[in-house]
């Protein structure tokens, strides 16, 4: 433990003896550290340039079945912010549920998940990232200017402590590079962009690789066709197809469960996806963006299968909705500006058997979807419609683009009828292939 996060601890334990004296019966209290840097660039030149450094506080307080959440900057006043916590506990609603997690599940061993690089990016290297990026972008043939680019390199941590005696430090670095593109002119102009985000900086795409797929990307999207409506094959591209398993995360978050706002409450232990498919969520990954020894209630991180060959056999828990509905607490909690709750770590979906070739021939005449427009997934109904843009397949490959489009279906169907490729890309917190959807509903012309 280095000095500074000895002094955060130091911050947590003075916050809770100051909670336990104004009249908290247990509190925790958990210190987000963050140092970043970002430099934003367009058409060749520096836009801005920033650099924060924050250490702010959530505690968290409990008196009797009543609890409050004060999040505030560790420069304040500590025993003010405690005794304003403990005054908000006092007028809140009785809460039948509240309160730390099992003592029994706190974390003792705090594995090293290799999620630190301390490499210094100066914001000029930043700089020279991000103009390489655009420019390599900008190279495209067919790309008439440029939504900017970003390079950014920053390390966050997070220490927590409990009134129970717990003690936990975890940090992780971060760093990306990110264009986005224009082609074309006035009204046909189109749009698309690329992004690489890694822990370490040696894993990050160069900036000629992330530049030119964003150029790329965005030409092929010139003249987009209209497509009648009508039902159609659809396939979404990995960008897309993580967002969809991202609606059936939150389908299955305790909360939603325990509120009975989510179209899968009644699906425990039934086939929600096709035979033989896996999805597990494990934050012991080592070099993953959701790993993490403990959760932020310092439950101790393990492996849980979500779903085992098609079947939903978990629901993601912290101690408030594992108590509620009767379950063990799984350790899933996450802090946030509003206190604690149930969140997902690193998610993935056992390997598809099929090419994205193959995934494409068996969709012949359907659609490529590569961009998502508008929040239409209702996860309490299940209802799912989004404006759409993508590509039509004909003859087991991507041709002409289509624009201006919805597609409508139900999440239960969709998510039965999937087919995966074998493609996923590891680098990402769900990793999620190219999805194959079967029929889902067009309104196009």
Not at 109 to 127: C, G, I, K, N, R
Not at 225 to 238: E, N, Q, S
Not at 249 to 272: H, P
Not at 277 to 293: A, E, F, H, Q, V
Request: proline letters at 4%.
């Amino acid at each position: 433990m280095d000095d500074r996060t000895r002094q955060l601890r130091d911050a947590g334990q003075a916050l809770i003896a100051s909670a336990r004296r104004h009249g908290a019966t247990a509190a925790d209290a958990a210190i987000a550290r963050s140092n970043a840097r970002s430099v934003e660039v367009r058409l060749g030149k520096v836009e801005e340039t920033e650099s924060s450094e924050s250490d702010s506080i959530s505690l968290r307080v409990f008196v009797g079945q009543r609890v409050a959440t004060v999040g505030a900057d560790l420069a304040g006043d500590l025993d003010r912010i405690a005794e304003r916590a403990v005054a908000m506990a006092r007028v809140s609603p009785e809460d039948p549920y509240a309160g730390l997690a099992d003592p029994d599940l706190l974390a003792t061993q705090f594995p090293d998940l290799d999620l630190v690089d301390d490499t210094d990016v100066s914001s000029e290297e930043l700089a020279q990232e991000a103009l390489a990026t655009e420019a390599a972008a900008l190279g495209v043939s067919g790309v008439s200017n440029s939504g900017g680019a970003s390079a950014t390199a920053g390390i966050g941590g997070l220490v927590l402590v409990t009134s129970d005696g717990f003690v936990g430090a975890r940090r992780r670095s971060g760093f990306s590079r990110s264009v986005s593109a224009v082609a074309g002119e006035g009204t046909g102009m189109q749009r698309d962009y690329d992004v690489d985000s890694r822990i370490h900086r040696s894993d990050l795409d160069t900036c000629e690789a992330i530049g030119r797929r964003a150029g790329e990307r965005t030409v092929r999207r010139l003249s987009p066709d209209k497509i009648a409506t009508g039902r159609y094959p659809i396939v979404f591209d990995p960008r897309i197809a993580r967002g969809l398993i991202g609606h059936f995360l939150s389908a299955i978050n305790g909360a939603a469960i325990a509120r009975g706002t989510s179209f899968l409450k009644d699906r425990m232990g039934q086939a929600v996806f096709p035979a033989g498919l896996t999805i597990r969520d494990d934050p012991t990954l080592r070099r993953r963006w959701g790993s993490r020894p403990f959760d932020g209630e310092g439950v101790a991180s393990r492996p849980l299968d979500l779903v085992r060959d098609g079947v939903l056999s978990a629901w993601l828990l912290d101690t408030a909705t594992a108590r509620e509905l009767g379950l063990a607490n799984n350790g899933r909690a996450a802090r946030g500006g509003g206190g604690v709750m149930p969140s997902a770590s690193n998610v993935v979906l056992s390997p598809g058997q099929n090419s994205v070739d193959a995934l494409l021939a068996a969709a012949e005449g359907g659609i490529y979807v590569t961009e998502l427009i508008g929040h239409g997934a209702d996860i309490v109904t299940g209802d799912y419609s989004r404006g759409a843009a993508g590509f039509r397949i004909r003859n087991g490959a991507l041709d002409a683009p289509v624009a201006e489009f919805t597609i409508a279906g139900h999440l239960a169907a969709m998510l039965a009828a999937l087919q995966l490729a074998d493609d996923a890309d590891p680098r990402h917190a769900i990793v999620c292939p190219t999805l194959g959807l079967g029929e889902l509903t067009v309104a196009g012309n």
